[in-house]
Nanobody, 128 residues
Framework: EVQLVESGGGLVQAGGSLRLSCSAS????????IGWFRQAPGKEREGVSC????????YYADSVKGRFTISRDNAKNTVYLQMNSLKPEDTAVYYC?????????????????????WGQGTQVTVSS
């Protein structure tokens, strides 16, 4: 059974940091790109960042560039999202998602439709 479990969310003051983790099981982690998405109340889901199966390719939304860093540890089947200089507008439920890379490719996408598996989400709240 494919499982993605997010952790690391919480309440933090503006300017603070959090590190989210996405722990995966039930599939060959090394073959999958992982994306992070967020959804705030009343807003559409937004692609935040993603990392290819090898870790060699990454993507960041303009809204988080320079503040968030994505990384992966394939030995631990885990992807991390380090979030620094947090702003109140970063408040949302954060989800990770997985998509198997096509053979011979090493990319990822900030579009949710590209991903087959999703976690349940973790709440991030940034107070002003």
């Amino acid at each position: 059974e494919v499982q993605l479990v997010e952790s690391g969310g919480g309440l933090v003051q503006a300017g603070g940091s959090l590190r989210l983790s996405c722990s995966a099981s039930g599939f060959t982690f090394d073959d999958y790109a992982i994306g992070w998405f967020r959804q705030a109340p009343g807003k559409e889901r937004e692609g935040v960042s993603c990392i290819s199966s090898s870790g060699g390719s990454t993507y960041y939304a303009d809204s988080v560039k320079g503040r968030f860093t994505i990384s992966r540890d394939n030995a631990k089947n885990t992807v991390y999202l380090q979030m620094n200089s947090l702003k109140p507008e970063d408040t949302a439920v954060y989800y990770c998602a997985a998509s198997q890379a096509a053979e011979g490719t090493d990319g990822c996408s900030g579009s949710g439709g590209w991903y087959a598996y999703w976690g349940q989400g973790t709440q991030v709240t940034v107070s002003s």
